[in-house]
């Protein structure tokens, strides 16, 4: 095994920050959102994946996707908004093995109130703490990461199909 690359004190404080910034932050929106609206984070994140989504509806394997939650996460959540009567499921049209998340007009209402808050919250704790390059920056930053972890998920799913074959 190859000796680790150990991270610089310059590298190991930009990852401390980051962990403590991204943990704090999200901490602090969710609590806000909860406060102020009884909601939490994830429930406002599915709630605006659902409202940007044409129809406002989403196959629940897309929905968990963009709110980087598994599926069986994302069903828990959709159970209880669907509870709220925030939102509801439906099959899908063209394949009926799928099932939508559909935003109800009462979800529409609490998001439409919720919105204020969040977008507050965002923009005092991340973007006003920050001029618009680095802002820039660091959105190059994590898309970038975004896309290194998006290519190593896809690398180890093909890995995983190739240990499948070679096994039967």
Known sequence: MAEP????????????????????????????????????????????????????????????????????????????????????RERCGADRRGVNAVLTPKGRRLLEEAAPTHVEGVRRYLVDCGSAAELTRLTSLFSRVTQTLAEAGRACSSDEDDGAENTS
């Open 5 to 88: 690359r150990w991270l610089s004190e310059e590298e190991q404080q930009a990852w401390r920050a980051f962990l403590r910034a991204g943990v704090r932050l999200l901490e602090r929106l969710d609590a806000e959102l909860e406060e102020a609206h009884g909601m939490s984070l994830a429930d406002y994140e599915v709630l605006a994946d659902l409202s940007e989504a044409p129809g406002e509806r989403l196959r629940m394997r897309d929905l968990a996707e963009m709110a980087l939650v598994s599926r069986s996460r994302l069903t828990h959540a959709v159970d209880r908004l669907q509870a709220a009567g925030l939102v509801r």
